[in-house]
């Protein structure tokens, strides 16, 4: 890289909390990989220690600094990223998460940023305390961009925001990486897993935590392991709760039909190789894995919570149920399982078409580029 090609160039400065497996980690992903290098340069911060994707952010050849903070009250962190703020001197500083837009926020006034700019991914922020600082900082803020309407509607309501500051840029797939052999992928998988012809596969991507709900769906697998004892449920992720969701697997003798496999890289390959994708979550903003999974042409059941009935069309491209209801949940399942192969398939087509038309990461990116212009132009 020479050194002034980023001469006159545009420099924005994302501040994200982490950059593990998470649903806005690969939203900034996608935004670097499209992102107009000819006009900007985009130079990456993480709170936390840099992980799987920040790792792909690092072969893309993007200047990224972890702050690699360990408790909550790390002055040194603090200081490292104003000196680092003062140096990089970006025109625009966007963040992403609760703690990187509260830190973003703050350093952003001190150091004199032209721009802020906040992204809000969900709904729930743990707590009235959070959605107060939100409140009270975001006059240090110039936009905050929202995922889902839902969430818009709730940052007004709450008045935490604006909305005359206020924007919704979803989420956007890239359809090119679901371009895939899909018999070819199917017989890599089953292999791997050693999974039967004709065996069904239900699949869940996201972190192993409270907010996606799978106590509930190990119950729901209870239920249908009655009926389908050679039903299998294969989740990708990690997270906090992995210890006690495999406890109550081993309680309830489901080892055969549960399998954690953890993270990968290779998601899409997992969902071509299964039959239903399921979201049992307890909240959501707009999620990245349920959009990659109807672009899969996966039909999908899920909970009817945050930004979901935005993207899934009850009936039509897959079924929405009420949150912590294992019984319904069951019996949605089992309704799929025993639907003939060409009308599922043709609820997985519905939704496909809804991304495609709705989700585009070629619309998404424009949003953010336009947003950036016309910041800019403002300042003018």
Known sequence: MKKNEYKNKIKILYLITGLKMGGAEMLLYRLLINLDRKKYEPVIVSIT????????IEKLKVKTLDLRVKFKYDFFAFLKFIIFLKKEKPQILHSHLFHANLLGRITGKICKVPIIISTIHNVNFGGKLREKLLKYTDKFCNFT??????????????????????KIICNGIDFKEFNLNKNKVQKKINRELKIKKNQNILISVGRLTEQKGYFYMIETVRILNKKYSDLIWIVLGDGEDKMKLEKQIKIENLQKNILFLGIKEN???YLFDSDIFIMPSLWEGLPLSLLEAMACGLPVIATNVGGIPEIVKDKISGFLVEPKNPTILAEKIEYLLNLDIDSRKKMGIEGRKIVEEKFSLRKMVEKYENLYEKLLTELK
């Open 49 to 56: 220690s840099i992980a799987e994707i920040g790792r792909k």
């Open 145 to 166: 961009i929202v995922i889902s309407q839902i969430v818009a509607k709730e940052m007004i309501e709450k008045k935490i925001v604006p909305k005359n500051k206020l």
């Open 267 to 269: 998601v899409v390959e």
